[in-house]
């Protein structure tokens, strides 16, 4: 069981920066090693995986269109994920969630972004032209 609380959304200009932060609470016992993501949903739009992390956090991926803009990380002392966000497009306005999934054997994250089951409440990210 993990319960997820997503923070950091707000209103920017295009061009500004966000930086989002995610509390994953842990309450049962056993493995931590959750795979960690961001996904966004645009009104009209179906759900896009956007960043994900690895366990160790040394493993990443993006979809194409947030490379080199977004950075993902981990703070597993704190039971904390983050998505730092840079040069804001109108395009990346969004509903954002956060969402964990139980790695596979070996701390692998497999299956690209299927099989995320838990998931955050989600912050609004405005981004104005």
């Known amino acids: 069981q993990v319960n997820l609380m997503e923070s950091g959304g707000g209103s920017v200009q295009a061009g500004g920066s966000l930086q989002l932060s995610c509390v994953a609470s842990?309450?049962?016992?056993?493995?931590?090693?959750?795979?960690l993501g961001w996904f966004r949903q645009a009104p009209g739009k179906e759900r896009e995986g956007v960043a994900l992390i690895w366990p160790g956090g040394g493993s990443t991926d993006y979809v194409d269109s947030v490379k080199g803009r977004f950075t993902i990380s981990r703070d597993n002392a704190r039971n904390t994920l983050y998505l730092q966000m840079n040069s804001l497009k109108p395009e990346d306005t969004a509903m954002y969630y956060c969402?964990?999934?139980?790695?596979?054997?070996?701390?692998?994250?497999?299956?690209?972004?299927?099989?995320?089951?838990?998931w955050g409440q989600g912050t609004q990210v405005t981004v104005s032209s």
């Open positions: 842990i309450y049962t016992y056993g493995t931590y090693d959750y795979c």
């Open positions: 969402a964990a999934k139980l790695a596979s054997y070996g701390g692998k994250c497999l299956r690209g972004w299927s099989g995320y089951n838990y």
